[in-house]
């Protein structure tokens, strides 16, 4: 990522970036989406549907639901990280930056669903503002395919 940046941005840094706030940026680390997970696995469990994993290792990408007897694949994508087209945004403060991280983030989904897809593996992905919306609906289409 930070080749890509340099690269991409003008001298190869952010301009006006004091360097006490570029450590802290760095030393921000992600925890995953948590309360959107948490949403679709309570729904599974209300739902009775077991059988699933998650975060596995050996799995490329690292599904946050991974059902190994069905090889499927669930990723809940946060609308902010991932770039959906109805929620999401591009911060106006480092608005490069930004737009690289998303552009790259949906770069790399879609590598990870072509390696998924030809081990025959099914994927599926919710917005987080799917599971907000309405849960049952998400959890129905995994039953189908479960």
């Known amino acids: 990522m930070e080749r890509i940046l340099k690269s991409t941005l003008k001298n190869g840094c952010f301009d006006n970036v004091t360097p006490e706030r570029s450590r802290i940026m760095s030393s ?3 925890k995953r989406n948590k ?3 948490l949403a679709l696995r309570m729904a599974l469990v209300r739902a009775k549907i077991r059988g699933w994993v998650l975060h596995p290792n050996e799995i490329p990408g690292r599904p946050d639901f991974f059902f190994p007897k069905k090889r499927l694949a669930i990723f809940v994508d946060g609308c902010f990280w991932h770039g959906c087209h109805r929620c ?3 911060p106006r403060t480092n ?3 930004w737009a690289l991280k998303i552009k790259r983030n949906q ?3 879609l590598a990870n ?4 897809r030809r081990t025959g593996t099914c994927v599926l992905r ?3 503002h799917e599971l907000r919306g309405n849960t049952d609906r998400c959890v129905a289409k995994i039953a189908k395919l479960r």
């Open 28 to 30: 921000i680390r992600g």
């Open 35 to 37: 309360s959107t997970e």
């Open 88 to 90: 999401g945004h591009v």
């Open 95 to 97: 608005r490069s930056f």
């Open 107 to 109: 770069s790399r989904d």
């Open 113 to 116: 669903n072509k390696k998924l």
């Open 126 to 128: 919710f917005w987080e």
